[in-house]
T-cell receptor, first 110, second 113 residues
């Protein structure tokens, strides 16, 4: 079976830092993605982790621990435009494509 | 060109209509996907084409019929849909099935009346 868990909603203040967690149990693992999706729009790629550790890209960082089945997305210096849903998605091994978590709706407030 | 282009952007159709959604990419990707997304829910996989062959059908009703005429194009033919089929339909492509990031199109917002 496959299970990907992330919090449903989070609220954070403009300029602050927020961490969105994702835990997964999947039949195989070939990497973990984070996508950002604004309401009514398509998901856009943020990050891809396949090895343990932290990947940094500007204001966004993503961390992976394969042994713990755990990832987080860290957003720094939050801006109002960061208000969106953040989707954690796991690539199973073999021929199965992305399996998405339910997404975390982040609201950035002034 | 790193775009996946979907047309139309919006579609309203009656339950007796036949319509098609189109998806196009010119990145040389050999895997293409259809996802369905309801409001405030994550995308749900419908179909996967790998090297122009249907490789995964996630038990989708036959009123949805996918077609991959060539490596750059993916269609979704719609017939006798129900109002509950109203959703955002997302096309995505990736370099190989199960590898690398998937690029998403902007989606078609479908309303069935």
């Amino acid at each position: 079976g496959q299970n990907i868990d992330q919090p449903t909603e989070m609220t954070a203040t403009e300029g602050a830092i927020v961490q969105i967690n994702c835990t997964y149990q999947t039949s195989g693992f070939n990497g973990l993605f984070w996508y950002q999706q604004h309401a009514g729009e398509a998901p856009t790629f943020l990050s891809y982790n396949v090895l343990d550790g932290l990947e940094e890209k500007g204001r966004f960082s993503s961390f992976l621990s394969r042994s713990k089945g755990y990832s987080y997305l860290l957003l720094k210096e939050l801006q109002m435009k960061d208000s969106a849903s953040y989707l954690c998605a796991v690539l199973n091994g073999g021929n199965t494509p992305l399996v998405f978590g339910k997404g975390t709706r982040l609201s950035v407030i002034a | 060109d790193t775009e996946v282009t979907q047309t139309p952007k919006h579609l309203v159709m009656g339950m007796t209509n036949k319509k098609s959604l189109k998806c196009e990419q010119h990145m040389g990707h050999r895997a293409m996907y259809w996802y369905k997304q309801k409001a405030k829910k994550p995308p749900e996989l419908m179909f996967v084409y790998s090297y122009e062959k249907l490789s995964i059908n996630e038990s989708v009703p036959s009123r949805f019929s996918p077609e991959c005429p060539n490596s750059s194009l993916l269609n979704l033919h719609l017939h006798a849909l129900q109002p509950e089929d109203s959703a955002l339909y997302l096309c995505a492509s990736s370099q190989g099935q199960g590898f690398n990031e998937a690029f998403f199109g902007q989606g078609t917002r479908l309303t069935v009346v």
